[in-house]
């Protein structure tokens, strides 16, 4: 059974920083892509940022340059460093992760909720 425990959500002031994990565990082989998402009251899950089991990473517009993803694959975990935080950034923010443990399945974190409010 694989799972993706997130951590590190919160309350934080406009312009103010957060920093997510998100750590697979179980039965795993390789990980291959991981990444975050965000869903919004009464709005659709977006794609925040992606990355690669390389290191490539992939960004939405509005976290380009205020927002980091990396992953440390010794420990299989995935983070999502957020700086210059705006209210717009309110969400519930879910870890998704690509796992081949015998077969590939895309999997989920609980999500982890942030809100960005004075």
């Known amino acids: 059974q694989v799972q993706l425990v997130e951590s590190g959500g919160g309350l934080v002031q406009p312009g103010g920083s957060l920093r997510l994990s998100c750590a697979a565990s179980?039965?795993?082989?390789?990980?291959?892509?991981m990444g975050w998402y965000r869903q919004a009251p009464g709005k659709q899950r977006e794609l925040v940022a992606a990355?690669?089991?390389?290191?490539?990473?992939n960004y939405a517009d509005d976290a380009k340059g205020r927002f980091t993803n990396s992953r440390d694959n010794a420990k299989n975990t995935v983070y999502l460093q957020m700086k210059s935080l705006k209210p717009e950034a309110t969400a519930v923010y879910y870890c998704?992760?690509?796992?081949?443990?015998?077969?590939?399945?895309?999997?989920w974190g609980q999500g982890t909720q942030i809100t960005v409010s004075s």
């Open positions: 179980g039965s795993i082989f390789s990980i291959y892509a």
């Open positions: 998704k992760a690509t796992i081949y443990s015998g077969s590939e399945w895309e999997y």
């Open positions: 990355i690669t089991s390389g290191g490539s990473t």
